[in-house]
């Protein structure tokens, strides 16, 4: 079934760049298969295009032929070729814009503009509907600029496309207040959510600018991190209570000095949830020292820390120093210590107060025995108790591991803790 054309009453305009004044022989076919197709002659039509094509030097004598091939199919009534040959050309030249095509045949137009939106880039004055940010992430602020109370306003620009993302070479920031606001802001732009821009009802590829005003948050109450950091300890989750005694401790806080005694002690007790003792009793050891330096200048600590500052001192006094072993890997029944020489602690650091817990790795035979060769000291608060611990874990006994109830070899993890109490 063909369309009828009104090509001999209505000229046809390509919107293209200028490549060359003289005609090339590519574009005398074109004019030739234009003259055959008003003609009514589509076959002749089809064959001179095809030469066209042949005989294209530039990128825009291509465009031109497939503009004009996608609308001699439409003619003879194929809307699917015809829109292949408008998305060739649009490959081509995804700013090729093509005037009076309904006036050729009724239709013509909706077809090229359907092939033509996922190419085109709009403008903001070109929409119906403009982009609009939808949700999306708050911004991370800048630990350095928080701490500097830095802020400003910040406008950025990018392409968003059919489904509401920004597209991710377009992006530019325009104004900064500061460089490290940069990552941030394309961190948060990138991870939200946009109302894709329309024309005639039809999301379209469009062109949005940002704009935000940056104001560091105000200070947060350390106190209150804290209670929550011990809160999410009982949930166990040790990850965030991390996160929320570093925030404590953040110099942007203002944290007293009695509030990071109490932030000292807390990260400690999520280390410990964590398993890594080694960082547990440098927490536990800064938040203690600072506890005995407050008390011994008559500081007056609230009567919760005292408890909890106290309870942790008698806990960490009456702790096993040589603590039952994790293993690496799976096992049915896990070793058991039976028995290790008494550990010698250095004089001097009793004397300084300095302890902590060593954690040795090691592989522990059939037996129940260290192999010598395999030890190795993975976490240390000192170098001076390095030996110290190898020793005592090398001449110590265990009952094996087991493995479908078979003595077997595997690697330990063997903590070893001198309270400095």
Avoid: C
């Avoid at 990071?260 to 020292?289: C, I, M, P, Q, T």
């Amino acid at each position: 079934m063909f369309r009828s054309s009104q090509l001999l009453f209505v000229p046809l305009l390509v919107v293209v760049v200028p490549v060359a004044t003289a005609q090339s022989r590519s574009e005398e076919s074109v004019n030739n298969a234009r003259s055959l197709i008003a003609a009514g002659q589509l076959l002749q039509a089809d064959a001179a295009l095809d030469h066209g094509l042949e005989s294209a030097l530039y990128v825009m004598d291509s465009v031109n032929v497939f503009v004009w091939r996608g609308i001699l199919e439409y003619l003879r009534g194929s809307d699917s070729l015809a829109r292949l040959n408008f998305r060739r050309a649009l490959a081509l030249n995804q700013i090729v814009s093509v005037r009076g095509l309904d006036k050729i045949s009724p239709g013509l137009a909706d077809v090229f503009d359907a092939e033509a939106r996922p190419f085109r880039v709009f403008s903001a004055s070109q929409l119906d509907e403009p982009a609009a940010w939808r949700s999306g992430p708050s911004l991370v602020y800048p630990v350095e600029l928080r701490r500097r109370r830095l802020g400003g306003h910040a406008l950025m620009r990018a392409v968003v496309d059919t489904l509401g993302h920004i597209e991710g070479r377009t992006f530019s920031i325009l104004e900064s207040p500061d460089s490290a606001f940069n990552v941030p802001l394309q961190r948060m732009v990138f991870a939200a959510q946009f109302t894709p821009g329309r024309v005639k009802g039809h999301p379209v590829r469009s062109t949005i600018d940002l704009g935000f005003t940056l104001n560091p948050p105000a200070p947060e109450n350390p106190t209150t991190l804290i209670s929550a950091a011990r809160e999410q300890l009982r949930r166990h989750r040790a990850d965030s209570a991390l996160a929320l005694t570093a925030a404590a401790l953040d110099s942007a806080n203002n944290a007293t000095p009695g509030e990071r005694v109490y932030a000292r002690l807390v990260e400690g007790s999520a280390w410990h949830e964590k398993g890594n003792d080694s960082l547990a009793a440098r927490s536990f050891d800064a938040g203690l020292a600072g506890y005995r330096d407050l008390t011994a200048r008559g500081v007056d600590l609230a009567p919760f820390l005292k408890r909890f500052a106290d309870s942790l001192r008698l806990r960490r006094h009456a702790a096993t120093p040589f603590a039952t072993p994790s293993v690496v890997g799976q096992i049915d029944e896990p070793p058991l210590l039976i028995s290790h020489p008494p550990i010698r602690y250095a004089p001097e650091m009793q004397a300084l107060r300095i302890g902590g817990t060593v954690i040795v790795k090691a592989i522990l035979d059939t037996t129940g025995r260290v192999l010598p060769a395999t030890m190795k000291v993975v976490e240390s608060p000192n170098p001076i108790f390095n030996a110290e611990s190898k020793r005592v874990v090398l001449a110590a006994l265990y009952r094996p591991a087991r493995i479908h109830g078979r003595p077997a070899r595997v690697t330990i993890r063997q903590p070893i803790t001198f309270a400095a109490y």
